[in-house]
């Protein structure tokens, strides 16, 4: 039982006078969780009651302005506590995260399955032409009709019973699958020795042996499965026998039996989703994910995706010839496997552009590239990021105060850049508070996290070209949270379509590529010389190299994930079958493997942000999981960013109000030729591996 003493010394519920509204994370426990969720949900159901009880009739103001003012404390504690079960969880974090998932999916179900709120916001609903909105108001309304029809506010009594419970279920599920990657990724490591290193370069050697020392092997050298991690051994280690051992584990992740088995989750919750998705009237989940989205349906993204893939196969079945044509000359006498792409891929770069890793890594220094990504805000936006002293979390995030052009402040920005082992994979924004004007002049606090290597005490951090790439497009996410400039919190930031919500973040990473500023900021980290011209040609003229392999990769993903939640007939679901003969169906090149498998699939059902619509971020692996918030606001999924690199995105068609169908529904493909790096329903991204 919580006893009020306990209460008034709670952090969590006191108020945050600290610099910026940061929360004390100094004097946080986990213990202190529990009982402030249990105060915060009581408070907010308060409101809710309160809301739907009025006996005056619905207004704007006493309906919807009342639900946004409403739930402030829990979304502060959820926010907070969403920070770091992704970033810097712990087993009691994790605990934590078991006991109040099914709570927070109970309180959403009592809010969205409301019979009395419903009938107020229909009510306005009707008539809304009627109301005096502005477009914003507007745009809230709708937002809120769609959300409560969309959750079942609509069905009678035995419909939404089953429907909570089933909305309960899945998210104990969906914490339990995230929890299982994490902890295959923490209990496995490839402890090396000095002879195993063979090929390669210094840098990867010295990450390799700062692992080691993290993980309590000083001395030797170990290989993890954080992708920055196993994906430099791939490239460049020579010992075949060592690379098919780490790439084995890497995509075995989550299906190696006992407890943190992902399988029969799977099955359960593609179970469950098709079930709820014929309780809210829709023939599969597929159908009703994408019926609020741009694409609209499932046979509008499977045209788009069919057409990239076919494109993608042919390029990646030449590659692939090449490869192994360079095998042969080799003197090798092998095929091709998918543990070889990445190491003969990097041997062909290097002998068609005179251009490897190893020579391009020093010029990219973390600290350059953070620099780098300022400078360019501050030129295209009149941003400026000062560092800022304030406690966080961990000691390797870092806070810079962000200011507007006349020096007014716009918000704070946290960047936490390292992999560890108390932190999800990927890459990804997310939020300590949105911007809004309801509640007063409220400004953001948004957070990049990401999984670079760190390096050895003194040494600089070096980032792959890839690596910063996905530091940009991150950035170009953390951006959009940070020149959120509306009233209502609903819409804050990034809370919007799903299928739309990459394109700042693809549009920033551009930036990365402009000669101006590699020239000023990729700079050697031991000369400090810039990067000659010649290199820079040879650099940017490998932007389209083996890139049939990077969209058969994560669009092969899409399509899988497509097929899944399109299921006509779920009840015997055998996961390792249905991916293999999906991927049979679709012709997958024999040599690559899907860039997410299912049992790790975190977009799809670490809170299921992406399931059945993947094709928002075509592919760009994410791989944090979903925090299931409750409150008004929606689920808001990691947007890590694919690592392939070909955005798809719809246009953002006109939308009908009534009949929540596009006017004028219209399509784009936007292929980067490039290479390019996690997304969902709306405030936050979350980038990795998808
Ligand atoms: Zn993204």
Known sequence: MTHPQSLLANPLLTEWTGAFGLPPFESI???????????????????IDAIAADKAAPSFDNTIVALEKSGQLLDRISNMFFVLAGAHTSDEIEAVERDISPLLARHNNALHLNRALYARIADLQCRREMLGLDVEQK????????????????????AQDRLAGINEKLASLGTQFGQNVLADEKSYALVLEEGDLAGLPDFARAAARAVAEERGHPGKYAITLARSSCESFLQFSSRRDLREKIFHAWITRGENGGATDNRALIAEMVRLRAERARLLGFANYADYRLDDQMAKTPQAARALLDEVWRRACAKADAERDTLQATIAQEGGNFALEAWDWR????????????????????????DKMIEAAFETARRLFGLTFTPVNVPLYHPDAHAYEVKDANGRHVGLFIGDYFARASKHSGAWMTSLRDQEKLTGDVRPIILNVCNFNKPAAGESALLSFDDARTLFHEFGHALHGLLSNVTYPLLAGAAVSSDFVELPSQLYEHWLEVPEILQKYARHTVTGEPMSQMLLDRLLATRTFNQGFATVEYTACALVDLDLHALPETARLQVNTFEREALERIKMPSAIVMRHRLPHFQHLFSGGGYAASITRTCGRKCSTPTPSRPSKKPATPSMRRPRGACVITFTAPETCAIRRRPIKPSAVVCRRSTRCSRSAASTQCWHDPV
């Open 29 to 47: 426990k986990p213990e202190h969780f529990r009982p402030a969720f249990d105060r915060a949900l009581a408070e907010h159901r308060a409101e």
């Open 343 to 366: 190491y003969y891929a990097e041997k062909l770069r290097k002998a068609k552009f005179d251009l490897d890793e190893a020579e391009i890594k020093p010029y990219f220094q973390l």
């Open 139 to 158: 745009r809230v309304l709708d937002r809120y009709h769609i959300r409560f029809v969309r959750a079942g506010a609509a069905l009678d009594k035995p």
